[in-house]
């Protein structure tokens, strides 16, 4: 399985801006599916940002326009664009990807440590 590695959080103002990164250990252009998730103190992992080989993407409601997701396959790494945060934002973000196995498109369920993003309001 590819690894993944995040990395670019930190502490920011409210109206701040953020870049994660997503580094794979291996080659992501035959990943479908590539996204950004987070985890905020006591609350479940939710979906953040998607992206598909065709360059699709798909946004929670909470981050639509204030976060864009991009994937550079030939640097095998998917970023997260994060303006305008909020302190709801605060969480730790991760990547992770769904890939295909007998014809089936499934999560990736092993997850990263992902990296710590803190807004102050």
């Known amino acids: 399985q590819v690894r993944l590695v995040e990395s670019g959080g930190g502490l920011v103002q409210a109206g701040g801006s953020l870049r994660l990164s997503c580094v794979a250990s291996?080659?992501?252009?035959?990943?479908?599916?590539m996204g950004w998730y987070r985890q905020a103190p006591g609350k479940q992992r939710d979906m953040v940002a998607t992206i598909n080989n065709g360059g699709s993407t798909n946004y929670a409601d909470s981050v639509k326009g204030r976060f864009t997701i991009s994937r550079d396959n030939a640097e095998n790494t998917v970023y997260l664009q994060m303006n305008s945060l909020k302190a709801e934002d605060t969480a730790v973000y991760y990547c992770n990807y769904y890939y295909y196995s007998d014809f089936k498109l499934n999560a990736r369920d092993t997850w990263g440590q992902g990296t710590l993003v803190t807004v102050s309001s």
């Open positions: 291996g080659s992501i252009s035959r990943i479908p599916i």
